[in-house]
């Protein structure tokens, strides 16, 4: 795994819980928000590095580039030099508490004029003159029930040949491979440091914020709202990435 680049480190669940909350990005969780990505997310900079090269190939000058639930904004500064001249980008997030922090992630951006940070639900977000969507690990927390409706949103303000980039955390139809990868995740981040105890009361938190469609469903959304062709680009363990053409 890459060194780390947070210093603040996520011990949010690292202690008994009696009174378990579902999970939520409130302040506590934005302050160690990196940290918590670079642990809990298998091929969290190999996604980096395929955003930032999909976003050299397919962003086009003089149109927007959105970044749907921007979080810290680390999506943005860390592709925004393969972007062209003369676009707007913007990034949407619902959390305050995260966009306090992106703004300022941001700031050691020298040339920021074209962009954009909005604090919104991303169902209020209107899509225009797009060619590149990004939604990174956005998707899946959004109710299932709205799911087409944005995607269908986004694929209306997309130019023709625009491209929508998704990685989502996933399930799999068969069960057996579901339980063998759900305990390969495990592992996963009890390599990275986390306890079982974390582990358990973090994924107990989000059962019923963060719904994992399979990639065979996301492929079946994307298609019937409105985007003509969609691939799988990347799977690390139980996290996919997508991008699908108007």
Do not use: W
């Amino acid at each position: 795994m890459k060194k780390r680049k947070s210093s603040k480190v996520d011990k949010i669940y690292a202690e008994p819980i009696v009174n378990l909350q579902d999970f939520e990005f409130n302040a506590q969780v934005a302050n160690v928000f990196q940290d918590m990505l670079e642990r809990s997310i298998p091929g969290y900079f190999f996604m980096l590095e395929l955003v930032k090269l999909l976003t050299g190939r397919f962003a086009k000058p003089n149109t927007n580039i959105y970044d749907l639930g921007c979080s810290l904004g680390e999506t943005i500064k860390h592709t925004y030099a393969s972007l062209p001249s003369n676009c707007q980008v913007i990034g949407v997030e619902k959390s305050l508490p995260m966009v306090e922090k992106c703004i300022a992630n941001l700031e050691s951006i020298k040339s920021k004029e074209n962009i954009v940070i909005r604090h919104e639900d991303l169902l209020d977000t209107k899509i225009e003159n797009a060619s590149l969507v990004i939604m990174n690990l956005t998707l899946q927390f959004i109710p299932p029930e709205d799911r087409d409706a944005v995607l269908k949103k986004i694929a209306n303000g997309l130019m023709d040949d625009g491209l929508l980039i998704l990685f989502e955390k996933v399930n799999f139809e068969d069960a057996d491979e579901q339980s063998f990868l759900n305990r390969l995740y495990s592992d996963f981040k009890l390599a990275n440091g986390y306890s079982k105890l974390e582990i358990t009361q973090k994924r107990q938190a989000l059962e019923n914020v963060l719904i994992p469609d399979t990639i065979p469903k996301i492929k079946k959304r994307v298609k019937r709202s409105g985007f003509r062709k969609i691939e799988l680009i990347s799977q690390c363990l139980n996290f996919s990435g997508l991008i699908a053409m108007k």
